[in-house]
T-cell receptor, first 115, second 117 residues
Framework: KAGVTQTPRYLIKTRGQQVTLSCSPISGHRSVSWYQQTPGQGLQFLFE???????NKGNFPGRFSGRQFSNSRSEMNVSTLELGDSALYLC??????????????FGPGTRLTVT | DAKTTQPNSMESNEEEPVHLPCNHS???????IHWYRQLPSQGPEYVIHGLTSNVNNRMASLAIAEDRKSSTLILHRATLRDAAVYYC??????????????????FGKGMKLTVNP
């Protein structure tokens, strides 16, 4: 079974620009969660999508948004980038269903640098 | 979200057992205890989870105190590949239990495990 894939793996953007990151979950998984990892704040939950609907949301400004497609692939978008948005963005997939497997599978992440 | 407390770091020697402690004194009756680890330059990976009883899998064992206020992840024979940051996480209403429950994981600072050859 192929793992969680994230594209691109590395990205450099300028302040004020916007960026879109992509995540392809494991086949059959319907839940995709996004996390931001920085040295100062650690791993923080951004949001979770299940069957194209946002099921949970972390404490991030509205500049951070996401969506999920019918094939469970997900994208997250950050508008008006700030220097503090430089981070590793991780995507995790799981079945999301009651009675399903317990673990979440993480992708390798997208390293975003804002200059 | 209930909080967990772990040491900042631990060291162990290769091929020796290592016990990684976690305190969660405010755990509620329905919180599940999960462990994830993050190897350098990788995303986190699931290690093990439990509710009340001790659990074993191919990677590790999880020992849960009778009052559930603490737990210990046990690596029976540490290898160099086990060097990672280990996260002890409490999950309330996980989706695999509750229809419509959330997959959200609340990560703390974690504990860095160094394995000496």
């Amino acid at each position: 079974k192929a793992g969680v894939t994230q594209t691109p793996r590395y990205l450099i953007k300028t302040r004020g620009q916007q960026v879109t990151l992509s995540c392809s979950p494991i086949s059959g998984h319907r839940s995709v969660s996004w996390y931001q990892q920085t040295p100062g704040q650690g791993l923080q939950f951004l949001f979770e999508y299940f069957s194209e609907t946002q099921r949970n949301k972390g404490n991030f400004p509205g500049r951070f948004s996401g969506r999920q497609f019918s094939n469970s692939r997900s994208e997250m978008n950050v508008s008006t980038l700030e220097l503090g948005d430089s981070a590793l963005y991780l995507c995790a997939s799981s079945s999301g269903l009651a009675g399903g497997p317990r673990e979440q599978y993480f992708g390798p992440g997208t390293r975003l640098t804002v200059t | 979200d209930a909080k967990t407390t772990q040491p900042n770091s631990m060291e162990s020697n290769e091929e020796e057992p290592v016990h990684l402690p976690c305190n969660h004194s405010t755990i509620s009756g329905t919180d599940y205890i999960h462990w994830y680890r993050q190897l350098p330059s990788q995303g986190p990976e699931y290690v093990i989870h439990g509710l009340t009883s001790n659990v074993n899998n191919r990677m590790a064992s999880l020992a849960i105190a009778e009052d559930r206020k603490s737990s210990t992840l046990i690596l029976h024979r540490a290898t160099l590949r086990d060097a990672a940051v280990y996260y002890c996480i409490l999950r309330a209403s996980p989706s695999y239990i509750t229809q419509g429950g959330s997959e959200k994981l609340v990560f703390g600072k974690g504990m860095k495990l160094t394995v000496n050859p």
